[in-house]
């Protein structure tokens, strides 16, 4: 038999040591990859993390001034389209004042929840209507809010807004959005 014509169907060692090198140097390259992934979600839970508690330590602040203040029944005023700042005395103003910022800076949190994507999508699709719809139709929080402009966040305040009212609001602020569903007791007939 001749030994010269018959394929080698083995590799050597230095041939096996080689590929072995290329995998693991590819094997390096994907983990690089994924520890750099990694990295970025966890700086943007970070950033989205400081951002949340920037505002709740504001608004937990604010939460402690509007009990002390005992003026709960007040904060219906601020869903009464016919009522605006100049309609209260100056500390009932200010109370007034606290309690729409203290709602916004919850909505300001929950956008920044929703910007992340650690909010569902149709919780913040509500919440951003009736902040629109409040902030648009109600003298109140109109007033608060382009007082408080300077102090909320920029794409925040770009993001407001760019919102279209949807409904109204009623007194106990809950957006009523305007539906196509028939209403009850109605008829198409």
């Known amino acids: 038999m ?3 014509s018959a394929p080698k169907s083995r590799l050597s060692l230095a041939d096996s040591a080689h590929i072995a090198e290329i995998l693991s140097a590819i094997a390096v390259v994907v983990s690089l ?3 750099g ?3 970025s979600q966890n700086t943007r839970a970070m950033e989205t993390a400081a951002k949340i508690e920037s505002q709740r330590i504001w608004y937990t602040l604010n939460d402690q001034q509007l009990a002390s203040a005992g ?3 007040l904060g219906a005023e601020t869903y009464d389209p016919t009522k605006s700042l100049d309609d209260f005395e100056r500390v009932d103003r200010l109370w007034l004042g606290l309690f729409v910022r203290t709602q916004l800076q919850r909505y300001q949190e929950s956008y920044y929840r929703a910007e992340a994507g650690y909010l569902d999508e149709t919780v913040w699709l509500r919440q951003s209507r009736n902040l629109a719809t409040s ?3 109600l ?3 109109r007033e608060v809010g382009e007082q408080d402009a300077p102090f909320v966040a920029p794409d925040f305040v770009t993001y407001v807004d760019g919102l279209e009212p949807s409904g109204s609001v009623n007194q106990v602020g809950a957006s009523t959005l305007e539906t196509e569903r028939e209403q009850p007791g109605s008829s198409d007939a």
């Open 2 to 4: 001749d030994q010269t």
């Open 33 to 35: 990859i994924y520890v």
């Open 37 to 39: 992934y990694e990295l």
């Open 71 to 73: 003026r709960f029944g």
């Open 135 to 137: 902030i648009k139709t």
């Open 139 to 141: 003298p109140i929080w």
